[in-house]
Nanobody, 117 residues
Framework: QVELVESGGGLVQVGGSLRLSCVASGATSRIGAMRWYRQAPGKQRELVAAISRNGNTNYADFAKGRFTISRDNAKNTVDLQMNNLKPEDTAGYYC???????????WGQGTQVTVSS
């Protein structure tokens, strides 16, 4: 079992920055890829960025050039640096981890990001 706890959300003005953090505990040695998703009211959850255990990254088109995902395997953390935020970035942001052993997805409780114009 893996537990994920996010932090760092909040209210920010257009063009501002936020850094989200996610700490994993439990069976962390079994974690492979880690991802950030987001979900706005009335919309489906969508992938924001992903990072493999060895640091390979990929981003949704809307995140490219503005968001940076990083992880520290020793500390069992994954961060999402978000710059030049836009009102459409307003959403709940969720940390996700995948077990390389079982393929099971684990989710955090989410952290709210609100971008005001």
């Amino acid at each position: 079992q893996v537990e994920l706890v996010e932090s760092g959300g909040g209210l920010v003005q257009v063009g501002g920055s936020l850094r989200l953090s996610c700490v994993a505990s439990g069976a962390t040695s079994r974690i492979g890829a880690m991802r950030w998703y987001r979900q706005a009211p009335g919309k489906q959850r969508e992938l924001v960025a992903a990072i493999s255990r060895n640091g390979n990254t990929n981003y949704a088109d809307f995140a490219k050039g503005r968001f940076t995902i990083s992880r520290d395997n020793a500390k069992n953390t994954v961060d999402l640096q978000m710059n030049n935020l836009k009102p459409e970035d307003t959403a709940g942001y969720y940390c996700n981890a995948v077990s390389w052993l079982s393929g099971v997805d684990y989710w955090g409780q989410g952290t709210q990001v609100t971008v005001s114009s």
